[in-house]
Structure formats: structure tokens, C-alpha cells
């Protein structure tokens, strides 16, 4: 073969793929598209959209008209919503190589938010680097290194919970900042004045303005970040510029503290200060500050109101479900005894206090739509035509109410996860609760032991009863919540008293032993 013909046998062959791709590309575009409920001209479904109502239970709604991957659109952009574990893992698991970016999020930019892993774009150096750290230190082996923290945390919490009685819920906030704050910082909350305790709830609470991330008018249009604050859809940018120093604060002010401690060598181990370590004496980049800034900004922003919104739900759970209390208090009894308190080597031997744990994620997640991902290229599914750039949508509250899996979902049951062969319902675990693919949520394993040794020591030690009310009444709080990216129970009252006279000492005991 000569030169000529060889290459003319290359380029007719890249002439082929290429009318292939068209081809093929062109006749994926002919499918159909997700069928989705009826939208208005031009604004699609700005107006139906759900925003104070539980989302996540109208989009199950919806989903057994149209199916568990529908389609709807805001002015022309397409949202992509997915309503069943075996779609959500299909797609964001199984096709993670085109279903793990972030739709654009100019509002969180804004306010700061971009050094944070969940606003960071998939094909970028600065989520690989980000990533590693977490892969490194909160690894389900990593986590380990955390558990004395944990533990300390749980026996303050129920300390606290003894002496305070009614205030759970601003106890269990209070809990997983301290651990957050303790493992990023190496910070141990100590009273309520705590400077970390306050920027931490001001930083959280800008999740509550900013509106769902990458669903804003100024995300869909950006440039509207430019327009005066009067102009009609530009109030999420000027009330994000009000809080960028407030985000700010919250990253600086730490790193700044760990930074003269290690000057000092007064630093605690925590992962700032291991990753500081880690790079010596060398000298650190703007960008190399903003990625430390950010994990350790993540493991706070991330890990707080998650954790405590599912331990909140814990005590709701125990008012409503008496006998799961019960019950989870008797096999801490038979395992652990009366006359120390329980311990992660427990863990295996508790499995109704685990079935608890997972039932709270499942009962009422606490991401319910999840945080939603962005595909980067066209894909084809179920013979349905998805288009490069959807945000994708995983409807975790959806999956936890899946009839087809969970019998009686709005129940609080347990048992349901226990195998058959000893009465349970052998349902599968609720792993959606912590997202999907490569966007998975890499606090997960620390996650799980901070409620699950909070759990086990408040079953060891406390009861959790209902409030009475003037006339002497039993109030039964109804199952309320403020919605958001994270959904909160709203406050309920409650009382929590020592189980005994022992578990009482026990616990003053090993809170006397907490280094200062
Ligand atoms: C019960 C507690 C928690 C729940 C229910 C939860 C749930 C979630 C969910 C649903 C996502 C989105 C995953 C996706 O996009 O598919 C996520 C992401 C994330 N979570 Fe968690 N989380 C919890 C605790 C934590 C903790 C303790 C940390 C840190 C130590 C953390 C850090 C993060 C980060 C950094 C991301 C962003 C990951 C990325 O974008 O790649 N979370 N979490």
C-alpha cells in the first residue's frame, strides 16, 4: 500500500465514524424524550415546580403518572428526575462517567460557597484533589482514627440531655458541630459562647437564602447577576453578596486558628492540620489554601446539619414509636449491661439499634432531592432520549416511599430491615440516603457512627417521653419540617431524663474524664 492510499483509507475511515456519530447522534435526538406532567408555554414548569411543599412527595406523585424518570423544564433548560433506586443507580452509578458534574451554581459562588467538594465542578484538578483528601481520611478504616471524638461527643450530648432535659434539639446541633469542628479543626466545643458554634450556624444558614442550588433565576441566567438589585429576578444574588462575608469567615477564621496553633505547636490533630503536615515546609499557592480551606469547610458544612437533622428525627421517632425505644433499649441492655456504656465494638452484636439507624435515614431523609448532578453528554435510556447538560435530580425522599420496597413506607418500622429468619421484613438497606456515583457523599462512613454511637448511648441512658402541656396532657408533635436543601424537623417539645440512678453516675463519670 502506498502513502497516498493509506492515507486516503484514513480519512475515509474517519469520514465513516463521523456520519456514524451524526447519525446515530440524529436519531437519538428523534427519541423520545421523558414523558413529564403538562408545563406553560416558554416557562415550562417554573410555576408548578414544587417549593414549600414537600418536593421529593410530589415528584413521587407525579412519578406514578409518568414513570420513574420524567422530565420537566424551566425555561428550556431540562431537570431530569429520577424516582427509583434502580434508575438513580443505572444512570448516576453505572453511567458515572456522564453523570457526575454539578449544574452551574453562580448563587453559592457568590456567597463563597465554590472552595466547598459539593459545588465543584467533575472535570476539574481542584474536585480530584478535594476528593483524595476525603478518600484518605474518612474512608470507612480512615474514620476509625475519629471515634474517641465520637464517643467524648456522645457522652457530653446525653450529659447535656440530663441536665437540660427539653432543649434536644439545639443538644443534638450542638453534637455534630462539636465532632464536625473537632475532627476539621481539632476544636472541642466547650459552652454555648463558643466562636465556632456561632460562625458555623451563620454559615449554615445561608443555605437556607440562596434557593435550590442550580435552580435560580440567576442560575439559569447568570448574566442577571450584572442587573441592579432592583430588576426583577436578581433578589438571589444581591442577598448572596450580603452573606459572602459570613461564608468567608466561617472558612478563614479556623485555618487562621489552626495555622498560629501549629506556629505555636499547640495545634490538636485533626485534617487541617495533618494536611498543613503533610505539605512541610513548603511554600502554599492562593489555590492550595482555597483547597484546604474547602475540605475542611466540607467536613463542617457537610456533616452538621445533615447529622443533626437525621438525630433530631431519632427522638421524634422515639415519642411516636415507644415500643422501638423500648426495644432498642432492651437489646442495649442484654449486649452492653447496666454498668458501662456502649462502645463501637458493640456495634456488630446490636443489630436492632443498627435496623434504628437506617430506618431514620430512610423515615425522613435528610437530603431529600439530593443534590443534583449534570450530564456532559447526550445519553440514551429505556429508548428515551436524555440531553447533554440535564440537571439530574435523584428523588431520595421518592426512593425511601417506594411501595414496591418498602411496605408501609410512612411508617417507622425498624424491623423491616431485620432478615426474615429472625421476623423481620428482609427489606434492602436505604444506601440512597447518601446519594450516588462518584458525587456519593464521602462523609458517609463518619456519618453513620456519629449517629449510630449517639443512638446506642442515648438508648443505654435516657428516656425520651412526651411533653405534657399545662392541663397535664400528652402533646404529640406533629411530623412538620422546614424545607430545604437539608430538610429540618421543625423544633417539637420532648423530655429526656436519666434511665437510673446508675446510667446517670456512668455518665457524669465519663464526662469527668474528658480531656480539656
Ligand atoms: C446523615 C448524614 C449525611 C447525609 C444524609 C448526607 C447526604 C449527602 C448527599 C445525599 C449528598 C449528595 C450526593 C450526590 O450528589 O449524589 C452528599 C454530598 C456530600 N456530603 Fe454528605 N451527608 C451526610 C453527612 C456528611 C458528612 C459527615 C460529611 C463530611 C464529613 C459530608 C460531606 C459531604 C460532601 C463534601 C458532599 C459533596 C460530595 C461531592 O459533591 O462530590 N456529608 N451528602
Same mark, same amino acid.
Given at each position: ?10 480519512? %475515509?475511515?474517519?469520514? *465513516?465514524?463521523? @456520519? +456514524?456519530?451524526?447519525?446515530? $447522534?440524529?436519531?437519538?435526538? #428523534?427519541?423520545?424524550? !421523558? ?48 424516582? %427509583?433506586?434502580?434508575? *438513580?443507580?443505572? @444512570? +448516576?452509578?453505572?453511567?458515572? $462517567?456522564?453523570?457526575?458534574? #454539578?449544574?452551574?451554581? !453562580? ?66 446541633? #450542638? ?342
Amino acid at each position: 500500500m502506498t502513502l497516498a492510499e493509506g492515507c486516503l483509507g484514513a480519512v %475515509s475511515t474517519g469520514v *465513516a465514524i463521523c @456520519l +456514524l456519530y451524526y447519525f446515530i $447522534g440524529n436519531s437519538a435526538r #428523534r427519541l423520545p424524550l !421523558p414523558p413529564g406532567p403538562p408545563g406553560d408555554p416558554i416557562i415550562g414548569h417554573l410555576r408548578s415546580l414544587p417549593q414549600e411543599n414537600e418536593p421529593g412527595k410530589v415528584y413521587h406523585e407525579w412519578a406514578k403518572k409518568y414513570g420513574d424518570v420524567m422530565r420537566v423544564t424551566i425555561l428550556g433548560r431540562s431537570m431530569i428526575i429520577l424516582g %427509583s433506586q434502580q434508575a *438513580a443507580t443505572d @444512570l +448516576l452509578e453505572k453511567r458515572r $462517567g456522564i453523570y457526575s458534574d #454539578r449544574p452551574d451554581t !453562580p448563587v453559592y459562588d457568590i456567597m463563597g460557597w465554590s472552595v466547598n467538594l459539593v459545588f465543584t465542578k467533575y472535570a476539574s484538578t481542584r474536585f480530584r484533589k478535594l476528593k483524595r483528601v476525603f478518600q484518605q481520611t474518612l474512608s470507612q478504616n480512615g474514620c476509625v482514627q475519629f471515634q474517641q471524638t465520637q464517643i467524648e461527643n456522645a457522652h457530653i450530648l446525653v450529659n447535656d440531655l440530663m441536665k437540660n432535659k427539653g432543649d434536644y434539639v439545639y443538644l443534638i446541633g #450542638r453534637y455534630s458541630t462539636s465532632i464536625s469542628m473537632r475532627i476539621a479543626y481539632g476544636h472541642q466545643i466547650r459552652s454555648d459562647d463558643d466562636e465556632y458554634i456561632k460562625i458555623g450556624t451563620e454559615g449554615a444558614n445561608s443555605f437556607l437564602v440562596g434557593g435550590t442550588p442550580g435552580a435560580t433565576m440567576i442560575d439559569l441566567f447568570p448574566i442577571l447577576k450584572h442587573f441592579p438589585a432592583w430588576f426583577p429576578g436578581t433578589h438571589y444574588a444581591e442577598t448572596a453578596r450580603t452573606w459572602k462575608p459570613v461564608v468567608d469567615r466561617m472558612h478563614n477564621y479556623p485555618y487562621d486558628v489552626v495555622r498560629e496553633e501549629m506556629a505555636r505547636g499547640l495545634a490538636k490533630p485533626c485534617i487541617l492540620a495533618a494536611e498543613l503536615q503533610r505539605r512541610g515546609e513548603q511554600v502554599l499557592s492562593d489555590e492550595d489554601v482555597s483547597v484546604l480551606k474547602g475540605v475542611a469547610g466540607a467536613v463542617h458544612a457537610g456533616g452538621t446539619e445533615t447529622t443533626s437533622a437525621s438525630l433530631a428525627l431519632f427522638a421524634m421517632a422515639m415519642l411516636l414509636y415507644p415500643e422501638c425505644q423500648k426495644r432498642g433499649q432492651e437489646e442495649v441492655d442484654r449486649v452492653v449491661g447496666r454498668d458501662r456504656l456502649p462502645t463501637f465494638e458493640d456495634k456488630s452484636s446490636l443489630p436492632y439499634v443498627s435496623c434504628i439507624v437506617q430506618e431514620i435515614l430512610r423515615w425522613h431523609p435528610s437530603v431529600p432531592s439530593g443534590v443534583a448532578h449534570r450530564s456532559t453528554e447526550d445519553d440514551i435510556y429505556r429508548g428515551m432520549f436524555i440531553p447533554k447538560g440535564s440537571v439530574v435530580i435523584p428523588n431520595i425522599r421518592g426512593i425511601s416511599l417506594d411501595e414496591n420496597v418498602y411496605k408501609n413506607p410512612t411508617d417507622f418500622n425498624p424491623n423491616r430491615f431485620l432478615p426474615k429468619s429472625v421476623g423481620g421484613n428482609g427489606e434492602p438497606v436505604f444506601s440512597a440516603a447518601f446519594g450516588f456515583g462518584r458525587r456519593i457523599c464521602p462523609g458517609k462512613y463518619l456519618a453513620l457512627r456519629s449517629v449510630w454511637i449517639a443512638v446506642a448511648t442515648m438508648l443505654s441512658t435516657v428516656h425520651i417521653t412526651k411533653a405534657k402541656d399545662k392541663h397535664g396532657n400528652e402533646i404529640v408533635p406533629p411530623l412538620e419540617f422546614e424545607h430545604g436543601l437539608i430538610s429540618h424537623i421543625k423544633n417539637f417539645p420532648c423530655n429526656v431524663s436519666a434511665r437510673s440512678e446508675t446510667a446517670h453516675n456512668l455518665v457524669v463519670d465519663a464526662v469527668g474524664y474528658i480531656d480539656g
